[in-house]
């Protein structure tokens, strides 16, 4: 039999353990744009939980323990994968409803719960990930005649790492990329978090919680300082001498001697950042390129001393309750100034701060529904990665809310624009469905790692042009990107091209890309410049 206790310390082991492990996860994923990553969702998925387990009593039951993970897992979840692994749990929890204690037959019948939980979940399962690990590991558990716990968790075990390492025979673009399931591994892992307990009692320690307790300066600051590898922030702006100037061998070489290198290069100018310890050699590189403007060199450290305190007040100030005043309430998911007063602008109630790399949980889009002052309410994810995290939030609420299945910003503002204050609720979830469906959705972002995808040959640090979300191709400069991929977009009838721009550009190259895709552009087409202030993407493109 497993008690509380026992089941406790054991999430709190594969708690531990997906965190120490999360980087290594995050490099399976194949493709090469910068994402929520599936280690790092994974993770805080089930971090969430540790607050309330580590408070739980050593007396608690079974039953108490696995609801306390699973509801704040739920809450927690981020990405696909953070929330398939919180349902995985919390079919676990509905299965031990009632139990002080378990047996392993009981605790695979519950586990089953879990497995049928998450498949429900996605429309259209695909073998070869996590959910297959899952699955099969369960089968396999449940096929035995073991009564024994220890002996339970080596089944379990072999048939995950068995399953993962299929994986690539299951899914050809694992295979190409030579990598097993992201996040299979990352449950398989989590898995072994648990046996450490189940079968040596040993709880695997966090190491990020054990450097934590080794560092020398106690204050916000002072941890905030810490994690800052690099000290000095470094921008400026080339003026080419020439054609020769290649930013493909300037950004390897800043790389070289730092981190969070951006190289955004035109016909005219190349826009440097990076973080280094060195900024005269970035300089002095940087020179052999043409003349240098805009310089701009920040010590980090001290810019930020405060700002992790800062930031903590901040988490708590949390979004209070609204009580419904009217008919109809949107919340939008977007990062970045300017793409937040554009949805505001089309009257967005709330704006759910986050997008790629930054996928908000469950209760991030929970609280921001229940903070909107309407009887019902549209939810626009505007990223493939947190449909699922905005669907969950829908069975936590009291209020009547449809999710608008908008996986890019695009998407997102035409749903919006496609709002009809005279028509119902039903019919407007109609109406802006068509209205996004029909939209054409291009980006321009670099590639974080070097990859083989689809066919294509990808270095890190090349530019990337995403149509409707899939990879179109690669270029080494970010404009002949934005007027080959508008072009490529373009269809017959298109009438309106929207041009987003993000953190990462000038307002002048900005405005001179504009005008060059303006001079490709042929026919009776409004083209709109928008300074949205995104990460991650030089470019939204918006084709109607």
Known sequence: MMNGKTLRDAIISGANNIQNNRESVDELNVFPVPDGDTGTNMSMTIKNALPELSATADTATVEEVAKTAAGAMLRGARGNSGVILSLLFRGL??????????????????????????YKSVMKPTEGTMLTVARVAQEKAAQSETEDFSELFDILLEAAKDTLDKTPDMLPVLKKAGVVDAGGMGYYIILSGMASVIKNGI?????????????????????YEADIEYTYCTEFIISKKGASADA?????FLESIGDSVVVVEDDNIIKVHCHTEHPGKALEEGILYGSLTNLKIENMKEQHKGAAAKAQMKREQRLAPAKPEKEFGFVSVCSGSGLEALFKDLGTDIIVRGGQTMNPSTEDILEAVNATPAHNIFVLPNNKNIIMAAEQAVKLTDRN?????????????????????????????????????????????????????????????EILAMENGKLSFVERDVTKALIKLTRKLLKSGSSYITVIYGSDVTDETAQAAFEQLRAKISGDIEIVLVNGGQPVYYYIISVE
């Open 248 to 252: 493909i061998k300037l950004r390897a």
């Open 203 to 223: 709880i695997i320690e966090s190491l990020t919680e054990k450097a934590k307790e080794n560092t020398v300066v106690p204050n916000a600051a002072g941890s």
């Open 401 to 461: 809310v449809t999710v608008l299945q908008t996986r890019t910003i695009p998407q997102g503002i035409a749903a919006m624009l496609a709002f009809d204050e005279t028509a119902d609720f039903k019919a407007n979830g109609v109406g802006m469905t068509a209205a996004f469906d029909n939209v054409g959705s291009g980006s321009i972002t670099f590639a974080v790692r070097d990859s083989d995808f689809e066919g294509k040959e990808i270095k890190k640090g």
């Open 93 to 118: 929890s509905k299965g031990l409803a009632g139990k002080k204690e378990v047996t392993v037959k009981e605790y695979c019948d519950a586990m089953k719960m879990g497995v049928n939980a998450a």
